[in-house]
């Protein structure tokens, strides 16, 4: 359900902060939701020297970028709390400054969305869709990401 591209300058994250930051991105999203974490993605794009700019100079080497994508239905409030929550998680996984973490999140709706090979249901139905659905696919989503390191 959330997609979450994470953008830096190339070899500026080790793969550990990624991992750390991939699995704080889940749990902040998950906590904030409820949306169970076997839907979240984190994708990791480094983006070479001299390909990133911002006010026409090039970007600080250490500036990462939060590209979330969720769906739509959420209250005010739980838009904020998952914004502020992803801007302080990935500082902090990153050993970042607050000033260097860009997040912006965009609401897709649902009907939109299909993942797992399903449409995906609206924001608070997931317990009902996910019944509803067969054991094969049910258990395929339920196994992904079991254990994931903080």
Do not use: C
């Not at 911002?54 to 500036?63: R, W």
């Not at 302080?88 to 973490?101: E, F, H, I, M, R």
Request: glycine content about 10%; overall charge negative; aromatic content about 8%.
């Amino acid at each position: 359900m959330p997609t979450y591209t994470v953008s830096a300058h190339a070899g500026a994250l080790s793969a550990e902060v990624k991992q750390r930051i991939a699995s704080r991105i889940t749990r902040t999203h998950n906590e904030v939701t409820g949306a169970q974490s076997f839907f979240a993605q984190v994708i990791f794009v480094d983006v070479a020297a001299g390909d990133w700019f911002m006010g026409g100079a090039p970007a600080a080497p250490n500036t990462v970028f939060v590209h979330g994508q969720i769906r739509g239905g959420r209250t005010a409030e739980m838009k904020l709390a998952l914004l502020t929550g992803l801007l302080d998680t990935v500082a902090s996984a990153g050993d970042l400054p607050k000033t260097s973490v860009w997040v912006y999140i965009v609401e897709l709706p649902a009907a939109h969305m299909a993942e797992y090979g399903h449409v995906l249901p609206e924001p608070g139905s997931e317990a009902h869709w996910l019944t509803a659905l067969p054991a094969g696919d049910r258990a395929l989503m339920e196994s992904t990401g079991r254990n994931p390191q903080t």
